[in-house]
């Protein structure tokens, strides 16, 4: 079977442009996180200086203990708000890949049955067999990658789920003993 210029450039450029895009998606997350990085980091030298500065002016250790003690929750919240912003980055990235793998597995797919069909029209007889059980075994395989893409779609339904219901009590649990 032979293959024909435009076919190699074809494909050549299918390659190159699948590359570009993954990545495009690596470098729009890692400029993603990079901001929520210096953002968060700008905005704790800021608050610390400030913090730093009420501190120095206490007039007494009880005022100091109620600015330290004052200083806490908010902190704990924007650091629960930063892993909740990272988390999402991550998951919005990894579905990103996710689509990526799949459409690349479907094409790599549909081009080796083309490419099966195309060998087998060719191929002596008696070779159907083999062609078939070649389709056979990537139909297993397709199905396999289905099946185990559901569990772990599953898993990280799971993981988010969890991510959530513990970051949600520790905010609420401050605000809960204010309140009594």
């Known amino acids: 079977m032979n293959f024909t210029p435009e076919q190699i450039a074809t494909t050549n450029k299918a390659g190159i442009e699948a590359i570009l895009g993954l990545a495009h998606t690596q470098f729009t997350a890692f400029e993603r996180l990079s901001a929520l990085y210096f953002n968060a980091a700008k905005a704790a030298f800021e608050e610390g200086v400030g913090h730093a500065k009420a501190l120095l002016n206490a007039k007494d250790p009880q005022e100091y203990l109620n600015l330290n003690a004052a200083a806490t929750q908010p902190t704990m919240e924007k650091a629960i708000a930063y892993s909740r912003s990272v988390y999402e980055v991550a998951a919005q990235t990894n579905g990103e890949l996710a689509k990526f793998l799949e459409a690349q597995a479907s094409e790599f797919n549909k081009n080796l049955i083309g490419l099966l069909d195309k060998v087998s029209k060719n191929a002596p007889a008696g070779s159907d067999v083999a062609v078939q059980a070649v389709k056979s075994a990537l139909a297993a395989a397709n199905s396999a ?26 905010r609420e649990t401050p605000r809960k003993r204010a309140t009594a």
């Open 145 to 170: 990658y289905d099946s185990f893409n559901k569990v772990a779609k599953q898993a990280t339904e799971i993981a988010e789920a969890n991510f959530a219901a513990t970051t949600t009590p520790a």
